[in-house]
């Protein structure tokens, strides 16, 4: 069983930034390897994908609307995902979610993710 706790989340002014952090636990008989992702819902939306990465961190796959703005990155060693978040703007206001699926390859759909942090609010004022 691999648990995702995400933390990092917060208030901030637009053109602020922000680091998101999941870190991972797991049983040492789970697979080793996993690819993340992030994803976020608004107030009213439907959760959408913002970000997802492999598990060596050569893959990297973004939502448009964060291009430039957003990164993912990983450190194996410390078990730990992270996404930095710059230049936010109050539409980035959502609660981000950390997911994880195991094998070594990411995706944009949040079907494809087995495991799911509890989530973080992030509040983008104007």
Not at 23 to 47: C, H, I, L, N
Not at 86 to 112: F, H, I, M, Q
Request: net charge positive.
């Amino acid at each position: 069983q691999v648990q995702l706790v995400e933390s990092g989340g917060g208030l901030v002014q637009a053109g602020g930034s922000l680091r998101l952090s999941c870190a991972v636990s797991r049983r040492t008989t789970d697979e080793t390897s996993y690819a993340m992702g992030w994803f976020r819902q608004a107030p009213g939306k439907e959760r959408e994908f913002v970000a997802a990465i492999s598990w060596s961190g050569a893959l990297k796959y973004y939502v448009d609307f964060v291009k430039g703005r957003f990164t993912i990155s990983r450190d194996n060693a410390k078990s730990t995902g992270y996404l930095q978040m710059n230049s936010l703007k109050p539409e980035d206001t959502a609660v981000y979610y950390c997911a994880a699926r195991s094998g070594t390859t990411p995706y944009r759909s949040e079907n494809a993710y087995n495991y799911w942090g509890q989530g973080t609010q992030v509040t983008v004022s104007s």
